[in-house]
């Protein structure tokens, strides 16, 4: 039974180490040694514990961490600041042209000018999308 403790005091630490880290190496060794701690507590031999940790261990090295790190690198993809703009409605405030223009993005009152030159004027009131932004512009298109 005291080895079955050493081995979750050890599963323990390298779980509390991989708070510092943060690379997803030890809480895969903690959970190795975790399972080496029930391996002792249910058979008692120190071969089958040390086989349990080091097979368990290198699969979830192997399989899990990689999966893991995918996961949690790679984002949520919400788009933040003016690419979050790219795609939304707006309301034309005052007639937008190729020129000129304003129109009211959640709430904002934004410059902004038609996306095509040979676009007719876009009254007020009219729904229309955001093409791109172009420095403090929006470049908007009358909604299909």
């Known amino acids: 039974m005291a080895a079955a403790l050493i081995w979750l005091i050890i599963g323990i630490v390298l779980m509390i180490a991989e708070v510092i880290s943060g690379d997803f190496v030890l809480i895969m060794l903690g959970v190795g040694a975790l399972l080496g701690a029930g391996s002792e507590a249910l058979t008692g031999n120190i071969y089958i514990d040390v086989a349990v940790f080091a097979v368990s261990s290198v699969g979830l090295l192997a399989l899990a961490r990689p999966a ?39 709430g904002e009152v934004w410059s902004a000018r038609a996306v095509h030159e040979s676009q007719p004027p876009i009254a007020p009131g009219t729904s229309v ?10 470049v908007v298109d009358i909604v299909a």
Do not use: H, M, N, W
Request: glycine share 14%.
């Open 129 to 138: 999308t955001v093409v791109e932004i172009s420095g403090a512009t929006a």
């Open 68 to 106: 893991l790190k995918r996961r949690f690198l790679a984002g949520a993809g919400v788009p933040t600041g003016i690419d979050a703009l790219v795609g939304a409605r707006a309301v034309v405030v005052s007639t937008v042209d190729y020129d000129a223009g304003q129109v009211k993005i959640g």
